[in-house]
């Protein structure tokens, strides 16, 4: 039902050099597991938009770096059949980043503006590879989420549409990436986020046949969060909520000819 997305794309042949210092994070510090080693380009990364003075360049970058250590990683252990060290269990929780009001002026589809982090919990020794899998997994999204709203923002704060089209791809990937994964409330939040920057990039092009199916795919996910709507709207999700009721037009369907 995501068949509009385009799931994975060759999204950093679209990045043009950026010549300034690479960001100073250690990539072979050893910690116990890859994991995390990777996770610090994520935070660093919102560090750097979450200021008055945004770092959008630098920002990309590091998750960009983040994002190719991490399928490197998960190269290596393709190729050894194994996992070094005892993965975190680990949940999703938001970083809300602070926003210039100009950019909610542009079209009244809202922006989502929270990025993405993980938070650890124990290190867990009796399933091991599940919580490998569901570390690696969860981060790859979340670094690609992350990646898309940092290029968005920059789109939006300069003009560019060649960050937007980046930043589309980058969403687009992310929710390649959810894939089988549970549906827990950070999953299904990250999903709706997707969608919505997904839509709100489209709005602002015209694109109604996009935006169309990303509310639609957004209510769907809405439906099975509260169970067909019987249930209130969980205050973590109303702003999603509330961008499917103020473009409700766009599931108008055109009147039939005379």
Do not use: W
């Amino acid at each position: 039902h995501k068949s509009f997305l385009l799931g994975q794309s060759c999204l950093f042949s679209l990045f043009p050099p950026i010549n300034k210092p690479q960001p100073n994070i250690n990539q072979n510090m050893k910690t116990g597991n890859a994991f995390s080693t990777i996770l610090p380009f994520n935070q660093k990364a919102i560090s750097m938009i979450r200021g008055d003075s945004k770092d959008y360049e630098t920002a990309a970058l590091l998750l960009h770096q983040g994002i190719v250590a991490l399928e490197q990683d998960h190269y290596d252990d393709m190729e050894s059949s194994s996992c070094d060290g005892n993965y975190p269990a680990v949940t999703g929780a938001l970083a809300p980043i602070s926003v210039q009001a100009k950019h909610d002026e542009i079209s009244p589809f809202a922006l989502y503006t929270n990025a993405m982090t993980i938070v650890q919990g124990a290190s867990s020794t009796e399933s091991e590879f599940a919580d490998h899998e569901h570390a690696n997994s969860l981060l790859h999204c979340i670094l690609y989420y992350n990646l898309g709203l940092v290029l968005h923002l920059h789109g939006l704060s300069t003009g560019q549409d060649s960050c937007l089209a980046k930043s589309v791809y980058a969403y687009e990937t992310a929710m390649g990436l959810l894939g089988e994964m549970e549906r827990d409330p950070f999953v299904q939040t990250l999903e709706l986020a997707i969608l919505n920057n997904c839509g709100q990039i489209h709005y602002g092009l015209f694109q109604a046949q996009q935006v169309h199916s990303c509310l639609r795919l957004m209510k769907n996910t809405l439906s099975e969060i509260t169970n067909g709507f019987q249930y209130e709207i969980p205050q973590q999700v109303s702003h999603f909520s509330a961008n499917i009721i103020m473009n409700a037009s766009h599931f108008a369907r055109p009147a039939p000819a005379a």
